[in-house]
């Protein structure tokens, strides 16, 4: 007996494990599973369909979008209390304003718990997607910084800047959305068995496959290697123009972005109705990654966490050089975020166009000049210290100026006036962790909700004592250290707040206490003294300096010492 077939959508990737795990519990339905958020997901449910799929599940708003766009059944995953309960108590941990943004069966259940609990949280509900956008901009404006809800949400919020919760359906969701697929097609008397069998075979010999009326609108389509329909208008009219004159098969070629796109086509007729039959072929992409280049053209806004006065200050002046098209040397030591930031500033400005992160140690000579910049907006130059005098390199930065493409340039080290390009640039020093106190806090509530959304971990929140113990270590961590260190916690932690125990486990020490051993060397009692006088004012480079009687360059260098 043929097993039903239940195609899950899930809205968002971290869904998949859970779904994962209830594969297991259902032996007699054939369950597949495919990441996609609303139009993506509604794409991903109507090719389900044409591929024999018998039951949809997906949620939210990407489960409407599918309704529209498939004839089959489809399952929306409900929320349940205790999904809303532990997301909503996570959110209320974030130090700023924080509202919670969807539909009606988000809103209403959202409200009740929040007036329960106490939480200091604002709800606000929309009527369609279409709402999200212009309300989100009206919260920014009116100094929200968090906003939780659905995977549109959510992504809207990060477009603009601000942090973004999602809130997770759990594993009792998912089992109740399969058992009612399996209550549903105990319904179903239709037998799909021909149309899957015809579907499978033109799916398996023409994997890439379109059937255009004589109006040029598509019939059917199939396309494995595509994520959308990557003809133009310009396409159709050209290979129509082809197969009129040639009377047979014809075949053109074009280039799309950065791949070869090649189209054979040949008409056909069907109850004297003409029809135009296209097979497409996807060439291979530009082979950027074997000269050390990675284009990226990730357009969504992950948040900078800039609170404090040092990070402000580099952010508003890098925008400032940006902005008049002028060439940017990041200076700072290595992992502490310098790509995240021309990232962050490719994002801003980059209006869907790609980045492209060099590494010149791994690119040949005379390769530079060969790299098509046609779409690129930003490029980020790495390990460039032994090629300050090349002339290939100041070219190609020139050449990028012209263009008003970015140009940011990533380094540790000072560049040798004597030595550097024949082109003016303008060094920022990239603030340093110690620099960066009062971004402490910020940083680590942003890695615990990124790894609650990303891995499903179960810490949502750090204790005091805990965070002491990493305040502690700020002298000698890097942000990616730092993201690393939360992200092991995470991951170990059992509890909802993470405890100084976990931490000193991972940090490989005991948990600190207030009191000075004075044991070791002189160099090591006095570090062991400034770290007590740290500890007392709270971090405060300068009290501290004042109460030991020396500068602040000075117990900077001490403590790197």
């Given amino acids: 007996m043929m097993r039903t077939r239940v195609h899950i959508i899930a809205p968002y990737e971290s869904m998949t494990t859970i779904i994962e795990e209830s594969i297991p519990l259902f032996p007699q339905l054939a369950i597949q599973c495919e990441v996609g958020d609303l139009v993506k997901g509604a794409e991903l449910a109507a090719q389900a369909e044409r591929n024999g799929a018998d039951i949809i599940i997906s949620r939210g708003g990407t489960a409407q979008l599918i309704k529209e766009a498939v ?254 098209h002028e060439p940017i040397y990041l200076l700072g030591e290595a992992d502490s975020g310098k790509s995240f930031l021309v990232k962050h500033i490719h994002q801003m400005y980059s209006g869907g166009g790609l980045l492209l992160q060099m590494d010149l140690t791994q690119m040949p000579p005379g390769h530079l000049h060969r790299i098509p910049l046609s779409k690129v907006r930003n490029v980020e130059i790495n390990q460039m210290e032994n090629r300050l005098e090349d002339e290939e390199l100041i070219s190609f930065i020139q050449n990028c100026l012209q263009r008003q493409i970015g140009v940011f340039i990533l380094g540790e080290q000072r560049l040798n006036p004597d030595r550097t390009l024949h082109i003016e640039l303008n060094t920022i020093i990239m603030p340093s962790l110690v620099d960066r106190q009062e971004d402490l806090e910020p940083l680590i509530q942003h890695f615990l909700s990124d790894y609650y959304q990303k891995y499903g971990t179960v810490a949502v929140k750090m204790k005091e004592d805990a965070l002491r113990l990493i305040r502690d270590q700020v002298p000698y961590m890097t942000v990616n250290q730092l993201r690393h260190l939360i992200k092991q916690a995470a991951l170990n932690e059992q509890e909802y707040v993470i405890s100084a125990s976990t931490v000193s486990l991972l940090l490989g020490q005991h948990p600190s206490s207030n009191t000075m051993k004075l044991n070791g060397t002189l160099k090591e009692i006095e570090k062991e003294i400034i770290q007590y006088v740290l500890q007392e004012e709270n971090n405060n480079q300068s009290k501290a300096a004042e109460r030991l009687g020396i500068n602040r360059a000075t117990l900077w260098r001490k403590l790197k010492e």
């Fill in 71 to 324: 004839t089959i059944p489809v399952i929306d995953v409900q929320l349940t209390g205790y999904d809303m309960i532990r997301s909503l108590t996570l959110a209320s941990q974030f130090n700023g304003l924080t509202a919670i943004v969807g539909f009606s069966n988000i809103t209403s259940g959202a409200q009740s718990i929040i007036d329960l609990m106490d939480l200091p949280l604002k709800v606000y509900t929309i009527r369609s997607s279409e709402d999200v956008a212009r309300l989100l901009l009206e919260l920014k404006a009116s100094g929200y910084r968090q906003i939780v809800g659905d995977v549109i949400t959510v992504n809207t919020a990060k477009t603009y800047g601000m942090e973004g919760l999602l809130i997770q359906s759990g594993k009792e969701s998912i089992l109740r959305a399969l058992e009612d697929a399996q209550l549903v097609y105990r319904y179903l008397s239709k037998n799909h068995a021909i149309s899957i069998i015809l579907n499978d075979l033109v799916t398996k010999e023409h994997p890439n496959l379109m059937i255009l009326d004589d109006q040029n609108e598509v019939v059917f389509e199939n396309l494995t290697d595509f994520e959308q329909n990557p003809l133009t208008d310009n396409h159709i009219y050209l290979t129509n123009t082809n197969l009129e004159f040639h009377q047979s098969q014809v075949q053109n070629v074009f280039i799309v972005d950065d791949y070869q796109l090649t189209v054979t086509a040949y008409e056909t007729a069907l109850d004297n109705k003409r029809f135009k039959v296209f097979f497409l072929e996807k060439g291979q992409p530009y082979a950027f990654a074997q000269y050390g280049i990675t284009a990226y053209n990730d357009i969504s806004m992950e948040p900078i966490v800039a609170e404090s006065p040092a990070m402000q200050a580099a952010l508003r002046n890098i925008r400032t050089l940006y902005e008049n």
